[in-house]
């Protein structure tokens, strides 16, 4: 198994939010979005552009209206999930900038987790949902965020501080400054603020080689 190049990862998740798009078309949330769900039709054995993968949603158990109450992986779970609010079609757009964040991370350190992937986490999952609910707390800075005023919050962590925050955390990791301002811009506690399918890809992030450092390589 080798690491994606930037330009894999883009063809992925391009096609991924083009099968969002078609979900939501017809008034639905997928719900289920996660690494095991994207089903690739190519995965060459030496680096390429993507040109020739195509990846389609698998499981569509899971496909209902906007609702409120518990779905998603834990690992790929919004904000407004966790904390109990009703959810609509910006939940699946947090599972997809989570699994390009997994992606991102994935290249940069291949043998590490990715952002709140709870695959070795102890405890039973109600406990690894607990976790994972407080550490978002922290992260997006929930305390701060209007939309979350009628949530019963955790308590803040008194020895968090900003050098914890998920932002740096991908700084760290060698995630670039191009690609951590797009999952800033899609990662938004407030789902309200969140972007639609259809400005995602008006950003252009998905399209052009900005901060892909492949192309000074051979898709290495």
Known sequence: MRRLTRKEIKHIMKFTLLGLYHVHEQGLVYTDLKMENMLINFFPKEPSDGSKTVAKLGDLGQVIPPSQGRCQAVAYRSPEVYFGKPWSYPADIWSWGIVLCHLLEARAQFDELGMYDDAKMKGTLEEREEIIRRRM????????????????????????????????????????????????????????????????????????????????????
């Open 137 to 220: 707390f922290e992260d997006f800075k929930l305390y701060d965020v209007p939309f979350y005023s009628d949530c019963q919050l955790p308590p803040r962590d008194p020895e968090w501080t900003d050098d914890d925050n998920w932002v740096v955390r991908l700084v760290k990791k060698g995630i670039s400054e191009y690609d951590v301002t797009f999952l800033w811009n899609v990662l938004k506690a407030d789902p309200n603020e969140r972007p639609t399918i259809e400005q995602i890809f008006r950003h252009g992030y998905l399209h052009n080689d900005e901060g892909d450092e492949d192309n000074k390589s051979d898709e290495s």
